[in-house]
Each structure stands twice: as structure tokens, then as C-alpha cells.
């Protein structure tokens, strides 16, 4: 499968813990975004990458996120001292240049206890 | 990048057409509509994409209003398979000032039921 890949598809931690999700785009594409999506909500914009820079930030994403792209390959968003109002699901995606067509993955579901 | 409203839900019988409305009154002349569609539990697929000129692939149809205030898509036979949500979303295509992001509305439940 040569898809979007996420990785763990779904996670369930205690409040304070920290959590990491990892993301693997399609090969080629050199963008790749965060996204969250509460029930019943559509995606919201947290950040993107074009290759290993970040170049924007949603004001969604507070001091306890931290998202990376080392070397403009995979991406890791982590959350630090999760809390209840974390649970979602994290999704990624990624395209090839400034396209508005972005290839999603399944999303890791994030459970806050 | 400009708004867009769709009803939050609809219903269609199998077969049968499924024609999703949604409004973009404030689009400007250089913004396209994207529609994409989140079937449970799935990230969001893409669907079509267009400007003014009504386009077609093998999933959609998209047919653009003249005065491009509003569109609709068209899944011509539905089937079970099509219920999802479905997402208009209106932004810069391409080039220097094309939208870095897609912002997503609540989108339309498409319910098709046998």
C-alpha cells in the first residue's frame, strides 16, 4: 500500500502522559499536514510542512504540541501533558506541491483519560 | 479563503442521483471548489475539483454556477457505499498566494439507503 500511513491508529492514555503519532506520506510528496477532528466536527487545520520546514501554524496548536519532518520524510506530532480536550483524531496528509488535493490517512484516535 | 455552507444532511435512494448543494456566495475570481468525502472512520478522500467550468471523473460530477455563487455535486447512481460526509471547500488553487491549507465546514451526511 503506497498510501498515506499513520501510525498508531489508536492510543489511550492517562491525562499528563505524553503521546507521539507518526506519520509516513506518500513517497513523493513534499508537502504534509496535520489536521484534527473532534465527533461530529469537520478536520481542523493544525500545521503543514513543505519538506522539513514547517511553514505554518494554526492557532490550534498550542505550546504542548510539536510537530517535526527531519529530514522531509515522515512526520511525528507529539502532545505533551495530554489532556481530556486532546481526544480526537489526528489525521495526516500529504500532497505534491501547492495541489488542494491531499491524500489523507486513516487517522490515529487519540483517548484522553 | 472564502466560505462555504452546505445543509447538514440529505438522503438518497440507491440508484438514484445524489445532487449536494453548497453555497460559496463570497468566492473570489481566482478560488476553486474542491469537494472531498469522509466515509466513518476513514480520513477524507478527494473527490473533484473545479472553476468555472462544470468537470466530470469517474466519481463526480461538478457542476458550477455561472455567476460561480454556488455548485452542486452529483453522484449519479449512488450507492450504499457513497453514504460519507461530504465537504465543499473553496480555496486558491495554485501559484504564489495559492491557500496553504484546506478549511473544512461541517459538511453534508449523505445517508443512501436501499
Known amino acids: 500500500d503506497t498510501g498515506v500511513s499513520q501510525n498508531p491508529r489508536h492510543k489511550i492514555t492517562k491525562r499528563g502522559q505524553n503521546v507521539t503519532f507518526r506519520c509516513d506520506p506518500i513517497?513523493?510528496?513534499?508537502?504534509l499536514y496535520w489536521y484534527r477532528q473532534t465527533l461530529g466536527q469537520g478536520p481542523e487545520f493544525l500545521t503543514y510542512?513543505?519538506?522539513?520546514?514547517?511553514?505554518?501554524k494554526s492557532r490550534l496548536l498550542s505550546d504542548r504540541f510539536s510537530a517535526e519532518r527531519p529530514k522531509g520524510s515522515f512526520s511525528t506530532l507529539e502532545i505533551q501533558r495530554t489532556e481530556q480536550g486532546d481526544s480526537a483524531m489526528y489525521l495526516c496528509?500529504?500532497?505534491?506541491?501547492?495541489?488542494?488535493?491531499?491524500?489523507f490517512g486513516e487517522g490515529s484516535r487519540l483517548t484522553v483519560l | 479563503d472564502a466560505k462555504t455552507t452546505q445543509p447538514p444532511s440529505m438522503d438518497c435512494a440507491e440508484g438514484r442521483a445524489a445532487n449536494l448543494p453548497c453555497n460559496h456566495s463570497?468566492?473570489?475570481?481566482?478560488?476553486?471548489v474542491y469537494w472531498y468525502r469522509q466515509i466513518h472512520s476513514q480520513g477524507p478522500q478527494y473527490i473533484i475539483h473545479?472553476?468555472?467550468n462544470n468537470e466530470t471523473n469517474e466519481m463526480a460530477s461538478l457542476i458550477i454556477t455561472e455567476d460561480r455563487k454556488s455548485s452542486t455535486l452529483i453522484l449519479p447512481h449512488a450507492t450504499l457505499r457513497d453514504t460519507a460526509v461530504y465537504y465543499c471547500?473553496?480555496?486558491?488553487?495554485?501559484?504564489?498566494?495559492?491557500?496553504?491549507?484546506?478549511?473544512f465546514g461541517g459538511g453534508t451526511r449523505l445517508m443512501v439507503k436501499p
Open positions: 471547500i473553496v480555496r486558491v488553487a495554485s501559484g504564489w498566494n495559492a491557500g496553504n491549507m484546506l478549511t
Open positions: 473545479g472553476l468555472k
Open positions: 463570497t468566492i473570489s475570481g481566482n478560488e476553486y
Open positions: 513517497s513523493e510528496h513534499n508537502r
Open positions: 510542512f513543505q519538506n522539513e520546514a514547517q511553514l505554518e
Open positions: 496528509a500529504s500532497s505534491l506541491g501547492q495541489t488542494g488535493e491531499l491524500f
